[in-house]
T-cell receptor, first 115, second 114 residues
């Protein structure tokens, strides 16, 4: 079945420290893995994504790594700032009936960056 | 340009009533998705549209839920005979052509069933 597990559910770090959020997916055909950030009361917004043909992607303080063999992918935020505080969702594309037509989301990680 | 819009932003209804939620995707986006987010929970997939057709309705919780899309643009999610457990934020998203692209979310409709 389709499933994405996300850990931890909550994460508290000191400003300037790094934060790592991990996800595991079940569909070996998944080939697209986005990460969304949702601030309180706001809509989810894409912060970074990775496709199955690469193992790592960076964008300033944010990086994502992908291990297709283990079906794991992770979000890394370095030099965290208070404005990074939000709920982060991972997702994996899912193929049904031969067509990839949706994303399955993890349950979210509440990141709190303490000043 | 304009992003994804949804209406109403908030809806309070009584148990047993029907409600309609509307989504206006980004112009030119052929793929449209509906999700449900309960308080403090993740994003639960409901239905996917490609143009006006819905290849995947697997996430609809029951036959009280239905959705349609007309003209390859606006979509309406209808919940009949609402129940208290239907209370949640209903989010709509669109992407240019397919799921493996950035999905842009609307602000959501907060539904409260009393």
């Amino acid at each position: 079945g389709e499933n994405v597990e996300q850990h931890p559910s909550t994460l508290s770090v000191q400003e300037g420290d790094s934060a790592v959020i991990k996800c595991t997916y079940s569909d070996s055909a998944s080939n697209y893995f986005p990460w969304y950030k949702q601030e309180l009361g706001k809509r989810p917004q894409l912060i970074i994504d990775i496709r199955s043909n690469v193992g790592e992607k960076k964008d300033q303080r944010i990086a994502v790594t992908l291990n297709k063999t283990a079906k794991h992918f992770s979000l890394h935020i370095t030099e965290t700032q208070p404005e990074d505080s939000a709920v982060y969702f991972c997702a994996a594309s899912y193929r049904r009936g031969g067509a990839t037509n949706k994303l399955i989301f993890g349950t979210g990680t509440l990141l709190a960056v303490q000043p | 340009g304009a992003g994804v819009s949804q209406s109403p932003s908030n809806k309070v209804t009584e148990k047993g009533k029907d409600v309609e939620l509307r989504c206006d995707p980004i112009s030119g986006h052929t793929a449209l998705y509906w999700y449900r987010q309960s308080l403090g929970q993740g994003l639960e997939f409901l239905i996917y549209f490609q143009g006006n057709s819905a290849p995947d309705k697997s996430g609809l919780p029951s036959d009280r839920f239905s959705a349609e899309r007309t003209g390859g643009s606006v979509s309406t999610l209808t919940i009949q005979r609402t129940q208290q457990e239907d209370s949640a934020v209903y989010l709509c998203a669109s992407s240019l052509t397919r799921a493996q692209e950035t999905q842009y979310f609307g602000p959501g409709t907060r539904l409260l069933v009393l």
